[in-house]
Nanobody
């Protein structure tokens, strides 16, 4: 496993942008595929976006495709989520997650990802 810490959440108006960052420690980030999930109150965590260990083949949920961009910098041990065109329905706690690169970053099930950050709140006002 790897230790993950998210930052960059906050309050933004609809149509605005935020950039979330996830800092990894304890292991080399290139050993892992990475993802972002989000959780609405009273619901399970749901998949947002993922990227494989070397930065290729980003994969998005349809609800964020064209608005969010996932990227990674293995040299800096960081993963980012650029969120543009934010909507009130994007309001949630956002989590960074990791899984060994021998798995598939197309697996959108939260239970398949075995390292998690503490989450960062994103609130979009209308």
């Amino acid at each position: 496993q790897v230790q993950l810490a998210e930052s960059g959440g906050g309050l933004v108006q609809a149509g605005g942008s935020l950039r979330l960052s996830c800092a990894a420690s304890g292991r080399t980030l290139s050993d892992f595929d990475m993802a972002w999930f989000r959780q609405f109150p009273g619901t399970e965590r749901e998949f947002v976006a993922s990227i494989n260990w070397n930065g290729g083949t980003p994969f998005y949920d349809d609800s964020v495709k064209g608005r969010f961009t996932i990227s990674r910098d293995n040299a800096k041990n960081t993963v980012s989520l650029q969120m543009n065109g934010l909507k009130p329905e994007d309001t949630a706690v956002y989590y960074c997650a990791a899984v060994a690169r021998s798995w598939s970053h197309y697996d959108i099930r939260a239970a398949s990802w075995d390292s998690w950050g503490q989450g960062t709140q994103v609130t979009v006002s209308s």
